[in-house]
Nanobody, 118 residues
Framework: QVQLVESGGGLVQAGGSLRLSCAASRSINGFNNMGWHRQAPGKQRELVASITRGGSTNYADSVKGRFTISKNNAENTVYLQMNSLNPEDTAVYYC????????????WGQGTQVTVSS
């Protein structure tokens, strides 16, 4: 069973920065895609950013230019650098890893809280 452990969340003022980390229990080269999702109170979970095995990245429009996803294969860790944070970024941030074929398998971390004060 794959374990994903997030860290780096916390309370920050608007305009500040945080870096989230997601440490995997096995080589992240085995995942086709890894990503960060977030869920704010009363809202659906949404994709924030993702990165493929080859390093291609994808971002939600709301975070483009402010957030950067990256990975360190040697450390089996994926990062999310978040700059220019605003209160709308407040949410629980979850790490996700996916593999396929033959079937799609999706793994989730336990989440880390990010709170941005105005």
């Amino acid at each position: 069973q794959v374990q994903l452990v997030e860290s780096g969340g916390g309370l920050v003022q608007a305009g500040g920065s945080l870096r989230l980390s997601c440490a995997a229990s096995r080589s992240i080269n085995g995942f086709n895609n890894m990503g960060w999702h977030r869920q704010a109170p009363g809202k659906q979970r949404e994709l924030v950013a993702s990165i493929t095995r080859g390093g291609s990245t994808n971002y939600a429009d709301s975070v483009k230019g402010r957030f950067t996803i990256s990975k360190n294969n040697a450390e089996n860790t994926v990062y999310l650098q978040m700059n220019s944070l605003n209160p709308e970024d407040t949410a629980v941030y979850y790490c996700n890893a996916r593999t396929w074929p033959p079937i799609l398998r999706s793994y989730w971390g336990q989440g880390t809280q990010v709170t941005v004060s105005s």
